[in-house]
Nanobody, 123 residues
Framework: QMQLQESGPGLVKPSQTLSLTCTVS??????????WSWIRQPPGKGLEWIGY???????YYDPSLKSRTSISRDTSQNQIILQLSSTTPEDTAVYYC???????????????WGQGTQVTVSS
């Protein structure tokens, strides 16, 4: 079955780059119609979608974060990688990896979440 596991440092200093890895098991990240997202939830706030990369490598980011965000994939490791540069304490959040399966012209939708990982940006 599909499983997503986030990993990376739990503490990042301001101005440094936050780097997280989502390791996927149960299916290949290159399988058609999968979309791989990073989502975060700051303390006391709602979920904030950061961006996604598609099964064919197309990436799209929230415009408010685009200048600082890079989502890439390592197909040999079956991993989705998030890099968020120039961090501030406002980037403190629980970060989630998410997978969506939506075949073309299909009414069936499938969704998976990782358990999330806490990242604190602080000196």
């Amino acid at each position: 079955q599909m499983q997503l596991q986030e990993s990376g440092p739990g503490l990042v200093k301001p101005s440094q780059t936050l780097s997280l890895t989502c390791t996927v098991s149960g299916d290949s990240i290159t399988v058609n119609y999968y979309y791989w997202s990073w989502i975060r939830q700051p303390p006391g706030k709602g979920l904030e979608w950061i961006g996604y990369i598609s099964y064919n490598g197309y990436a799209y980011y929230d415009p408010s974060l685009k200048s600082r965000t890079s989502i890439s994939r390592d197909t040999s490791q079956n991993q989705i990688i998030l890099q968020l540069s120039s961090t501030t304490p406002e980037d403190t959040a629980v970060y989630y990896c998410n997978a969506d399966l939506q075949p073309l012209n299909s009414d069936v939708y499938s969704n998976w979440w990782g358990q999330g990982t806490q990242v604190t940006v602080s000196s």
